[in-house]
């Protein structure tokens, strides 16, 4: 069977370092995908690694390690806006759709 | 255009009703998904449509009959529903091959 296990909340101040892991099992991979969803928005992509290492995205970066099947997204210079819920997720098949972990609540503070 | 287009918004049907959602993109995207969300959830796949082709069905049940008239569209009808379905449905379309899904707002739906 195929599942991403993620935090389900993370809490984190103005101005600061976050990380969320994703370990993930499955019976093919193609890559880890994050993606961002506010409360009642649309699911917006913010990374994809297909390959080990590090991913960096302007305040966001995304890591990736295929032989421990386990990823993050790291979130600097947290802002109140961050405040969302972030889910990885990971194809089986190459380009085909995608599969969602439980996604992990993060509630930034001031 | 960077945009999926979903309507309605917001629907609230009966059991017995048949309704349908409809998205639309001007991207120029093959791959066109149903995804269907419940509150504080992951969305969960339903259909995959590949070049207007349905090319993934999840077990998603009968009552849910996906379409897809042309590259810029998809439907999803609705029929017999059960109050367990309400839901955000939301539809994403993506270039073939790309793990980057633009997903629309969704649609609110309920079931009495």
């Known amino acids: 069977g195929q599942s991403l296990e993620q935090p389900s909340e993370v809490t984190a101040v103005e101005g600061a370092i976050v990380q969320i892991n994703c370990t993930y099992q499955?019976?093919?991979?193609?890559?880890l995908s994050w993606y961002q969803q506010h409360d009642g928005g649309a699911p917006t992509f913010l990374s994809y690694?297909?390959?080990?290492g590090l991913e960096e995205t302007g305040r966001f970066s995304s890591f990736l390690s295929r032989s421990d099947s386990y990823g993050y997204l790291l979130l600097q210079e947290l802002q109140m806006k961050d405040s969302a819920s972030y889910f990885c997720?990971?194809?089986?098949?190459?380009?085909?759709?995608?599969?969602f972990g439980k996604g992990t609540t993060l509630s930034v503070s001031s | 255009d960077t945009e999926v287009t979903q309507t309605p918004k917001h629907l609230v049907m009966g059991m017995t009703n048949k309704k349908s959602l409809k998205c639309e993109q001007h991207?120029?995207?093959?791959?066109m998904y149903w995804y269907k969300q419940k509150a504080k959830k992951p969305p969960e796949l339903m259909f995959v449509?590949?070049?207007?082709?349905?090319?993934i069905n999840e077990s998603v049940p009968s009552r849910f009959s996906p379409e897809c008239p042309n590259s810029s569209l998809l439907n999803l009808h609705l029929h017999a529903l059960q109050p367990e379905d309400s839901a955000l449905y939301l539809c994403?379309?993506?270039?073939?091959?790309?793990?980057?899904?633009?997903f629309g707002e969704g649609s609110r739906l309920t079931v009495l």
């Open positions: 994403a379309s993506s270039l073939e091959g790309s793990p980057e899904l633009f």
């Open positions: 449509y590949s070049y207007e082709k349905l090319s």
């Open positions: 690694n297909a390959l080990d």
């Open positions: 991207m120029g995207h093959r791959a």
């Open positions: 499955t019976s093919g991979f193609y890559g």
């Open positions: 997720a990971h194809s089986n098949q190459a380009g085909t759709a995608l599969i």
